[in-house]
Nanobody, 114 residues
Framework: VQLQASGGGSVQAGGSLRLACTASGSISTIWSMGWYRQAPGKQRELVAA???????DYRHSVKGRFTISGDIARNTVYLQMNNLKHEDTAVYYC?????????WGQGTLVTVSS
């Protein structure tokens, strides 16, 4: 399984970015797709996740600012990030759970300047 993520970049605080991730390859059943992030010196943490039946899960600090969406049937997920804060600066990783196996994308850098 290959994951292609895009959409990272540099913005000022209060700005917006949209991340996209598409999975390809030998994909049986996707259990969920989502985004994690890792800031320098910190552990990787869940940002948002989406299941095939439309359930979503968000990290508390991004609720109301970030929105996850996508078409899991087409192996695609998006993360709309609004009102970005300096503390959102991190490398964002796409995660797809395929039949219980975690598949990670290569990461895309998001830098928010205050």
């Amino acid at each position: 399984v290959q994951l292609q993520a895009s959409g990272g970049g540099s913005v000022q605080a209060g700005g917006s970015l949209r991340l996209a991730c598409t999975a390809s390859g030998s994909i049986s059943t996707i259990w969920s797709m989502g985004w994690y992030r890792q800031a320098p010196g910190k552990q990787r943490e869940l940002v948002a996740a989406l299941t095939p039946d439309g359930r979503t899960d968000y990290r508390h600090s991004v609720k109301g600012r970030f929105t996850i969406s996508g078409d899991i049937a087409r192996n695609t997920v998006y993360l709309q990030m609004n009102n970005l804060k300096h503390e959102d600066t991190a490398v964002y990783y796409c995660l797809t759970v395929v039949a219980g196996v975690n598949e990670w994308g290569q990461g895309t850098l998001v830098t928010v300047s205050s």
